[in-house]
């Protein structure tokens, strides 16, 4: 363990004036992020800094530095690690639209204002540091950026299948999933070599020989690379090379689907002369320990290294409590299972709760908790008879698993307790709600509608044709007709005025304009206004970027339909705005298409 216990103060450390009040010369694990300074649970750099914090460990911040220049170094060469992450977004994500147009604002940035954010944020940090500090700095990679591009992965920015992140820029070891278990297991090994006086590289050897690596490559959830010449570990799934899934569509569509069904084993990659290897990940939290991590004392609020300068991100989330983690929903354009995992991972209603009470106690707080959810707010407590330990990537899709239990109930029943905390005055649910278990309990649309909306309740039917509802791996028809019905009736019911918000998502793989015209005029049949669509992203991590890249289904290796034109993927999405004026010219104009072509 480290030197000294380490104070419990507001924030993190961002400055060396901060490490000197602290009376410490410098940082065990010094944590780099393309996000704010924020001291958050919805932030990754707050989580894990928390953590390791709470463990004994010295952690300072560097948030958004320029790799161009020095800041990577403002706290100085850890003792221990670097750990560098893009934040709460991939970087290329936060940076451009679905359209590869420059976007004009960053939610996690100071002032939401964009451009503080490297492209490839990872591969920038690492290579930053490396310049500064040569071998002398280990490197670990994690996030959202890292881990979904662990392996070859298709870039919708360079329109290319790009190699495994280990082998760009600095970075010695990447983790994968969450990172909280894998990066304190990496820092105590690490302690224990430095005080063993092992850490230090060997001279004229350079990183293939670095003690260090070798002391953690074992760790479960964490990637490394060896010569291609060293045998595989013998438990390793083998996917296809890097030079295979680049020059074959086919072998890149049964790279994927394997590495989707093998993702909880051992796997392995070759890439130019060099073998990735990515550990089993690291278990999904009990609820005892998603407990210990969400009752870290969390100030909410920025770092005051930005200087009073708003976090568009935070105040979204300020007051929010993540209930859970995971999801086995498996829908193909999602990539929450690839990083989260697949098991849903609940709090107790007792933590829940006990957060609640925190947050009531800031002296900010107003009366109003946004949201208590997780990637899907109604799986929440959801478990597996047979502990999540099968084949299926889809708990819901085709049909779902008898295998799994979900009460909804015991979710209603914890918001309402959640809610009589004293100095709570509204309890509302902001993240999505899953359709087609929503509509299996008349108890949860009742409080949905009459208790926990505020106005807008938040679904994500994506679609409604029923073609493009296969390739997303979502239930046929998915229910939201008659979830608009059935809501509508609550609402009136209930008294109040609610609207339902609708995800939807146009130019997906499989989706032609027709389908967007069928889902426009369902819209316009219903009164449903939405005022925001999403043009598919091919983003890594996803079977619809896999199906986006190479014209195939990876499970069947069926082709499938994709709209590459900019205008007629704009298109899609503006004839769902059916109740604007450019919505209704653009369903005309999409019409007129599919007349003259006979559609």
Partial sequence: MPRRPVPA????????????????????????????????????????????????????????????????????????????TAGALDSMVANYTAQRRRRADDAYAPGGRAGGRPDRAVTAFGSAIRRLFGTRAFVVAGGLE?????????????????????????????????????????????????????????????RAGDPRTAAVRDVPGVTYRVPASEAPPPDAVELPSWEEVRADPVVHARFWA?????????????????????????????????????ALPFTRDVHPVHRGARVPALEQVRFSVTAHRGCCGGCALCAIAAHQGRQVASRSAESVVAEVER?????????????????????????????????????????????LRVDQEAWVRLLRRARRVPGVRHLFVTTGVR??????????????????????????????????????????????????????????????????????????????????????????RRNVRVEQVQIFTPTPGTASTVMYATGLDPASLRPVFVERDPHRRELQKTVLLWHRPEGAAALREARGLLRRAGG
Avoid at 61 to 71: F, L, Q, T, W
Avoid at 164 to 180: A, K, S, Y
Avoid at 182 to 197: F, M, Q, T, V
Wanted: charged share 25%; aromatic share 8%; net charge neutral.
């Fill in 146 to 206: 890292a881990s979904l591009r662990r392996f070859s992965h298709y870039d919708f920015w360079d329109d290319a299948v790009r190699r495994p992140l280990l082998m760009d820029g600095g970075i010695d070891v990447l983790v994968h999933g969450m990172g909280e278990g894998p990066l304190l297991e990496i820092a105590r090994r690490l302690d224990a070599l430095e005080r063993a006086g092992a850490a230090a590289p060997p001279g004229g050897r350079g």
């Fill in 258 to 294: 394997l590495f989707e069904r093998t993702r909880s084993r051992r796997q392995t990659q070759t890439c130019a002369g060099m073998r990735i290897v990515a550990n089993p990940p690291w278990p999904s939290p009990s609820p005892a320990e998603l407990e210990r991590l969400y």
């Fill in 9 to 84: 103060l507001p924030h993190l450390p961002a400055t060396r004036a901060e490490l000197r009040a602290r009376g410490w010369d410098r940082c065990d694990v010094v944590l780099v992020t393309g996000d704010a300074h924020v001291d958050h649970p919805s932030f990754p750099a707050a989580l894990l800094g928390r953590w390791l914090e709470a463990h004994g460990f010295r952690v300072g911040v560097i948030a958004r530095p320029d790799p161009a220049g020095d800041d990577v170094g403002r706290l100085g060469l850890p003792r221990l690690c670097f750990a560098v």
């Fill in 359 to 403: 947050i009531a106690a800031h002296p900010e707080f107003r009366g109003t908790v946004p949201d208590v959810g997780g990637p899907t707010a109604n799986l929440w407590g959801a478990t597996c008879d047979r502990d999540w330990e099968c084949g299926r990537v889809s708990c819901l899709w085709p049909a779902r698993c008898p295998e």
């Fill in 435 to 524: 359709l087609d278990l929503a509509l299996e309990s008349e108890a949860v649309l009742r409080a949905l509608a009459g208790e926990f909306t505020s106005g807008h309740l938040k679904v994500a039917p994506e679609h409604v044709a029923a073609r493009v509802l296969r390739w997303m791996r979502k239930p046929a028809g998915s229910g939201f007709a008659e979830f608009l019905e059935r809501h509508a009736r609550r609402v009136r019911e209930s008294g109040r005025r609610q609207y339902v918000l609708p995800y939807l998502m146009a130019a997906h793989p499989g989706a032609r304009l027709e389908d967007a015209v069928e889902l426009a005029l369902f819209l316009r």
